[in-house]
């Protein structure tokens, strides 16, 4: 069955584009096979009379059996004054050897006379020779109309002449392109419908998110006469990025209600979002709409509670329909509610009128006073019920520890000891590390691993420091946040002190003891 909205994904060209990312030819083919598996119809390359990194990736491309997306390599129509057969730029793209190419020709005037420098009839020119080039080598041809809708405002009988021109040469989309981003939804609208009136090839739309608009925008030309939409994953690209596929993608499917990837894809979602960052080397964004880890997360004690009744009254989706998840936080705002919903997605059973539920909440408000934090730490949230519940015995006791740090010839060498009881025998260890709190670890999990192999397994993802406000005139505080992984599942653990070694050390014991305990030890 043909998709109603098709998805032309072009995070490795124009998402690349943006500060920070920095993708390696093996680091595209990766991403390539992702976004395949996850059901694009197009997926853009790179631009390969742009630099040599891309035509390697096509190179490499040509090897590889794509499932369900075809290959865009993307370029620009011939220079003025020169015979498109000629032209380098174009040459290399079809030596890409991709089934679909994509280029972009100027539908503004401002840009064919101040930028090309050339005339407006020597534009349509351009336009039509390489979309009829192309298409003679037998290539899918994606126009993209580079300004079209600021071309389109400046002069609207030009711009359509630009694009007629594309139709007529044989192009199979013509992509309106809002590609400053400052274009109004209703604007968007409006022209769209107009082009839909004028052209009969597939309409597509190309938004960047200057005015925050990129999504919206998207949306307004899909609604209005667009069944083609261009993106990149987490809305990556030139200054503030491209219009994001991971929030058009669920919109079109669950609010436009029109088919696009294949409706099994959509609960992958959350994991193509957090892959690509990965890849990118950015933290995943937590406020990011429908992926974010606060996407479906409720902290007002009045919503949580509501939320318990009935989740619809404060959520506008099933988080699981995007492999989302909601996400119950822990503060000084929480009622008994959050306590009880937490517990249970850390799989501890809790009555709604469990006596200990009332010690719980006031040692929790007392520990936030004094600076924890419990929303990024739902693992040392889990180790205070149970020891409050008494439920299980926590496995381990620090009994001593001592760390070091002395200065050798050239370099610094920090050295810990650690004394640990568990199940009421005890270890010592000793370990080097490139910074006390490194060597603490490595003591720690060596001391652990001759009771316990699998914290072996355990890795420090991530570690925060914050000092804290100094009240009532005492000395500041210092609160770590470290987040930890076993390949499957992530945790957050707390600790404060005003001794950045101690509050490392209760957020590497809170660490183990929460896995240790959770999955048994
Ligand atoms: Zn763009």
Known sequence: MKPEVEIYDTTLRDGSQGEGINFSVLDKLRIAEQLDSFGVHYIEGGWPGSNPKDIEFFNEARHKKFKRTKLAAFGATRRKDVAVANDDQVRLLLQADTPVVTIFGKSWLLHVKKVLRTTADENLAMIADTVRFLKENGKFVVYDAEHAFDGFKDNDEYALATWQAAEKAGADVIALCDTNGGSLPGEIAKITGTARATLRARLGIHTHDDAGLGVANALAALETGASHVQGTINGYGERTGNCNLTSV?????????????????????????????????????????????????????????????????????????????????????????????????????????????????????????????????????????????????????????????????????????????????????????????????????????????????????????????????????????????????????????????????????????????????
């Not at 990118?280 to 902290?299: D, E, I, L, T």
């Open 249 to 521: 993608i669920p919109n079109v499917f669950f609010k436009l209600g029109k088919s696009c990837v294949p409706p099994s894809a959509l609960p992958r979602l959350k994991n193509l979002s957090q892959f690509v960052d990965e890849i990118a080397n950015f933290r995943h964004n937590p406020r990011q709409p429908w992926v974010g880890s606060a996407a479906f997360a409720h902290k007002g004690g009045t919503h949580v509670n509501a939320v318990q009744k009935i989740v619809r009254s404060y959520e506008h989706i099933d988080p699981a329909s995007v492999g989302n998840t909601r996400n119950v936080l822990i503060s000084d705002l929480a009622g008994r509610s959050n306590i009880v919903m937490k517990a249970r997605e850390l799989g501890i059973q809790l009555a709604d009128d469990a006596p200990e539920l009332r010690e719980i909440l006031a040692r929790v408000k007392a520990l936030e006073h004094q600076g924890y934090e419990f929303e990024a730490a739902g693992g040392s949230l889990a180790v205070l019920i149970r020891k409050i519940l008494h439920h299980q015995a926590l496995p381990i006791e620090v009994r001593a520890y001592h760390v070091s740090m002395r200065y050798e010839g050239k370099s610094s060498v920090c050295e810990a000891t650690i004394k640990v009881q568990v199940d009421g025998k005890s270890a010592h260890t000793v370990a080097e590390g490139d910074g006390p709190v490194n060597a603490l670890d490595s003591a720690l999990r060596g001391a652990l691993a001759s009771f316990y192999p699998q914290v072996k397994a355990i890795r420090l993802t991530d570690y925060k420091v914050r000092i804290l406000d100094s009240s009532a005139g005492t000395a500041a505080k210092t609160r770590v946040l470290i987040q930890s992984s076993d390949g499957r599942e992530e945790w957050g653990t707390v600790g404060v002190s005003d001794n950045i070694i101690e509050a490392s050390l209760q957020a590497l014991v809170d660490s183990m003891d929460y896995r240790l305990v959770k999955k048994g030890r």
